[in-house]
């Protein structure tokens, strides 16, 4: 449908050229013919013949009193051929018109063969155009079909970034995106084995213990003091498991909290507001928390449950290692990285050559569940934040830093 319009769209507008062209010409021979006129009067009407006028176009002098004194071009058709006429009056007499009457037909056969060919040409282009829109989109679905295919072999079991050097250069972001997403998807796999493997091991030493020291002590009649004893020693192994459940359910938790909707948060409030709570917690133990904040003004589009999670785990931590009297001290900025919420502490530091945020791996001397810093790993990773801990250089303690990314849209 588009091609036939464009095309009587085409065909009109060299049509209504051609007739312009015509109509110019018409005028002039019919200037060129009354120049040359005598300026008798006319008694009849006649045909003039004129040596410059084409064989086409006749002229005749026309004795009419109703017709309008003035230039007029008209069309019309006789005996199946169409004409184009100009009407002149002539000046020397108020009844007497000049009229040239130029065959059109010529014209109009060749105007029907230009629409033909129009036609012709436009269904020629359209087929070629599909025939590249078809060849070019099967050559782009290549490498679609390729990841497509590659995709869809794998599982948690083979997970193998995409070769982009075989792409063309427009699949390139694609690859790039789809390897980002599969290293996620490796690292989520890999600390979720992991948690599963430690889980087991974890709940299995307890049961483990309890089960052989139960066998014990049921081995003979002992006095009640070693049945309380046994008693008293299996309420705290069921007390360590209950806090491994319960951060193993904080996983879940916190998996649900990652499709929670960002919100814009003013950053000074949301730090004041949580360090306010903090305090209390680290008052009872006796410790002080003390908060410098570089800046006036910061909103930022995040997830505020998992921000608490990640500040909440720092500050527990500062506060767990660090020693009696200790000042525990947040210290928040801005720099061409992003914001930058770093907790210090007051406590003996930590073996830099450990990775502390793998499950279940404890450090210290402090009794834990070792998921807390794995815990707060994976919610800044959801929120596409940087999270280290590293030891302190002007004095004994360690330096927790997570660093959220500033976007455009964030308010200075």
Not at 9 to 22: E, F, N, P, V, W
Not at 116 to 132: C, G, K, T
Not at 299 to 327: G, M, R, W, Y
């Amino acid at each position: 449908m588009l091609i036939v319009v464009f095309s009587i769209i085409l065909y009109q507008t060299i049509k209504t050229s051609i007739y312009g062209d015509a109509t110019t010409d018409l005028a002039k021979y019919a200037a060129l013919v009354e120049r040359d006129m005598p300026t008798s009067y006319v008694a009849k009407s006649y045909t003039i013949s004129h040596s410059a006028l084409p064989s086409d176009i006749i002229a005749r002098v026309v004795l009419d009193s109703n017709r309008p004194r003035s230039k007029e071009f008209s069309q019309f058709s006789h005996n199946g051929n169409h004409y184009l006429s100009i009407q002149v009056p002539l000046w020397f007499q108020s009844n007497a018109f000049l009229t040239l009457t130029q065959d059109m037909e010529t014209t109009n056969k060749m105007l029907e063969r230009i629409l033909r060919d129009i036609l012709l040409i436009n269904l020629s282009a359209i087929v070629l155009i599909l025939f590249y829109a078809l060849f070019l989109s099967r050559m782009m679905l290549v490498p679609i079909k390729i990841l497509t295919k590659k995709l869809s072999s794998m599982n948690e079991g083979f997970l193998k970034t995409v070769d982009t050097s075989t792409l063309p250069q427009e699949f390139l972001p694609l690859g790039n995106g789809i390897n980002h997403l599969i290293k996620r998807i490796q690292t989520f796999v890999k600390y979720q084995k992991e948690l599963f493997i430690g889980t087991a091991h974890e709940l299995k030493t307890p049961l483990a213990v309890m089960k052989t020291k139960n066998e014990v002590t049921l081995l003979k009649k002992r006095e009640c003091e070693r049945y309380i004893e046994a008693l008293k020693n299996n309420i705290t192994a069921v007390n360590e498991m209950n806090a491994m459940i319960g951060a193993i359910l904080e996983i879940g938790r916190q998996e649900g909290a990652q499709f929670e909707e960002p919100i814009e948060i003013e950053m000074v409030d949301f730090l004041h507001q949580r360090l306010n709570d903090f305090r209390i917690l680290a008052h009872q133990e006796g410790k002080n928390i003390n908060e410098i904040i570089d800046f006036e003004q910061c909103t930022i589009q995040t997830q505020p449950t998992l921000l608490v999670h990640i500040l909440q785990n720092f500050v527990q931590n500062a506060l767990k290692f660090s020693k009696e009297k200790a000042d525990i001290t947040v210290h928040a900025f801005i720099d061409k990285d992003g914001l930058h919420i770093e907790v210090k502490d007051e406590g003996k530091g930590i073996d830099e050559s450990k990775d502390l945020f793998a499950p279940f791996k404890r450090y210290g001397d402090k009794a834990g569940t070792g998921l807390g810093l794995f815990l707060a790993k994976g919610a800044a990773q959801a929120l596409g934040a940087q999270i280290d801990i590293a030891n302190r250089k002007d004095r004994q303690g360690a330096v927790a830093t997570l660093i959220l990314p500033i976007n455009q849209d964030s308010k200075l």
